[in-house]
């Protein structure tokens, strides 16, 4: 990692800001963040993970739902990084709603998932944003994504 611009954060960084383990950790590295606006993180997509064990055996595809869980997080990210250390302790964000979601292409096996996060809304405690996810400069998905935090008891 290039200690030099803040704006980068490995694995290790976004451990410390989301609770999501192996193998639900689906987001490698933060590339660029701009608080409360945008953020672009990768996944690196390999064999090794367990979905692909079957879907498919003989021709391994990324499910769709697990591209919309890294923009998810990719969400989530944004919205941890951007608030001040501490203030998000007792929370969780979570889910609220998906709109316009679109794959476009698949995502194999050796892909590196680009994920584009912006800020659209807030209104109390839901927050808009949308999202895309590219491949070697290829659109692969889209989604307009929703959610809150919730405390921690409640989750």
Request: net charge negative; charged share 15%; aromatic share 10%.
């Given at each position: 990692m290039n200690n030099s611009d803040p704006s980068l954060i490995d694995i290790r960084g976004i451990m410390?800001?989301?609770?999501?383990?192996?193998?639900?950790?689906l987001v490698d590295r933060i590339l660029e963040f701009?608080?409360?606006k945008s953020?672009?993180?990768?996944?690196?997509?390999?064999?090794?993970?367990?979905?692909?064990?079957?879907?498919?055996?003989?021709?391994?595809?990324?499910?769709?739902?697990?591209?919309?869980?890294?923009?998810?997080q990719t969400a989530g990210l944004l919205l941890l990084k951007s608030r001040p250390a501490g203030e998000l302790k007792d929370k969780l964000f979570v889910f609220t709603?998906?709109?316009?979601?679109k794959f476009r292409r698949q995502v194999v096996p050796g892909d590196q998932l680009l994920l584009d996060m912006n800020h659209v809304r807030n209104k109390m405690n839901v927050w808009k944003m949308t999202g895309t996810?590219?491949?070697?400069?290829?659109?692969?998905?889209?989604?307009?994504l929703s959610g809150a935090f919730v405390d921690l008891e409640r989750a």
């Open positions: 410390d800001l989301l609770p999501h383990r192996y193998p639900f950790l701009i608080p409360n953020i672009q993180a990768i996944k690196n997509v390999t064999f090794n993970e367990p979905h692909f064990q079957g879907h498919f055996p003989d021709y391994p595809l990324m499910p769709g739902v697990l591209i919309v869980e890294s923009l998810a709603g998906l709109e316009k979601v996810a590219h491949v070697n400069g290829n659109l692969v998905a889209e989604a307009t």
